[in-house]
């Protein structure tokens, strides 16, 4: 359902296969724990954040699960990821991690489950299997992948029963990832962006610095703009106060123009 941020604009919606959608724009967790992440997800779902990425390695499911409870948003108005890790990918261990996830975030399903990352150690298949069985049983509303390649999302995409919505991978305004993009977009699987700042390390860059200026907003903006401006690409950049949350939100009340877009590709490496 769509919502509308405080202030800067409504947000884009990702239809997924199944026919639910996923907010372009989320907050990422890793590194946030204890009651800094409880601060900072309360704090975004204040300004409008209704999509929350997290995974069991990042150990703050609990913390998150309280801040949802005690925000009180309507569980049809969040979008919620979470990831199993590689010690999980065996079908039995899977299954265990992910209902032991979706009990630390006090969730009979999360929106989105993720493997977190491949493991060349356990059949595909075998994990694979899991993660339908998991959306079978409605624990899971959508299912993904993370870090995988265009090649291994291929095989990922010939092996799952229930459709492969997402792969999370690491994109950023600094890389060319066109042909990964024109792949998982023709499977129907949408891409979301991890580290969507590059933790800060090119938002000094001078084209960046002109683009920003034109239209009265900071380097970050432009550079989540830019991604979600992308057909199917969500973004999901970590921020722990409110400046920087508030910040990363406000991006829905302009669009980069075509000019812009070209100048924007000097950033690539
Ligand atoms: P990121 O979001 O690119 O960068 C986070 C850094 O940027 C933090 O130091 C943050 O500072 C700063 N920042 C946030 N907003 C800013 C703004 N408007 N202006 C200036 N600086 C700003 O990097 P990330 O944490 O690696 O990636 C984001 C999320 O992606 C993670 O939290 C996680 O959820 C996900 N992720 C997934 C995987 C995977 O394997 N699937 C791997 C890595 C990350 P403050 O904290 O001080 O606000």
Not at 165 to 186: G, H, M, W
Request: aromatic fraction near 8%; charge should be positive.
């Amino acid at each position: 359902m769509p919502f509308k941020p405080q202030k800067g604009g409504f947000m884009i919606q990702i239809q997924l296969p199944n026919g639910h959608s996923m907010p372009a724009l989320g907050l990422g967790t890793w590194d946030l724990r204890g009651n800094e992440c409880f601060s900072a997800v309360k704090e975004a779902l204040h300004l409008g954040y209704r999509h929350i990425d997290t995974a069991e390695m990042y150990g703050n499911e609990a913390e998150i699960g309280r801040a949802l409870k005690n925000l009180g948003v309507p569980r049809r108005e969040l979008f919620v990821t979470t990831k199993v890790w590689t010690n999980h990918h065996r079908a039995a261990d899977f299954k265990k991690a992910a209902e032991a996830s979706l009990g630390r975030l006090g969730l009979s399903a999360v929106d989105l489950l993720l493997i977190h990352w491949p493991n060349p150690s356990v059949p595909l298949s075998e994990t694979l299997k899991a993660l339908c069985q998991l959306a079978q049983e409605g624990k899971a509303l959508s299912i993904g992948v993370s870090n995988f390649s265009a090649a291994l999302l291929k095989e990922a995409v010939s092996l799952a029963t229930v459709p492969i919505a997402c792969d999370q991978v690491p994109y950023s305004i600094t890389e060319n990832k066109k042909d990964f993009l024109a792949y998982a977009r023709s499977q129907g699987v949408s891409v979301c962006a991890y580290t969507p700042l590059g933790k800060g390390a090119f938002l000094n860059r001078p084209e960046l610095l002109e683009v920003s200026q034109k239209y009265g907003k900071t380097p970050a903006q432009v550079a989540l703009r830019w991604l979600v401006q992308q057909k199917g690409v969500a973004a999901i950049p970590k921020a722990s106060g409110v400046k920087h949350l508030k910040e990363n939100i406000e991006i829905f009340d302009f669009k980069l123009d075509p000019l812009d877009l070209q100048l924007l590709t000097k950033l690539q490496k």
